[in-house]
């Protein structure tokens, strides 16, 4: 099955609505589209009670060493911000950032600036 798509929000000067939340799938995992470099990651733990890791693959190596994915663990109740994401270090093949959410508590959104 296909990875479940995290919007990005162009963010304007003169101010943009932000889009409604996509939930972590932990069965096909998750995707932002065509990054630039200049996309920023929201993820918030709806959970109340207990913290859960989001990892951003790494399809990269560097003299033939696998580039370390990039793990970030969110409080229960908290929200964190992640990236930019540089293209030569997350994207794959295709453009796209793989988004690896451990818990359907995570939720997403993203936005380019």
């Known amino acids: 099955m296909a ?24 069965v096909n995992n998750n995707v932002v589209e065509a990054n630039d470099g200049d996309v920023i990651l929201e993820v918030q733990n709806s959970d109340s ?4 890791a989001v990892t951003i693959s790494t399809p990269r190596t560097v003299g033939g060493i696998n580039v370390e994915e990039d793990t970030v663990t969110v409080a229960a109740g908290a929200t964190k911000w992640i990236g930019p994401f ?3 270090v997350f994207n794959q093949s295709n453009g796209s950032v793989n988004v690896n959410p451990a818990h359907n508590k995570l939720k997403f959104r993203a936005f380019r600036v």
């Open 49 to 52: 009670e207990a913290a859960h």
């Open 3 to 26: 990875r479940t798509a995290i919007p990005v929000t162009q963010v304007t000067v003169a101010g943009v609505e932000p889009a409604a939340q996509v939930a972590g799938d932990t």
């Open 86 to 88: 540089p293209p030569q």
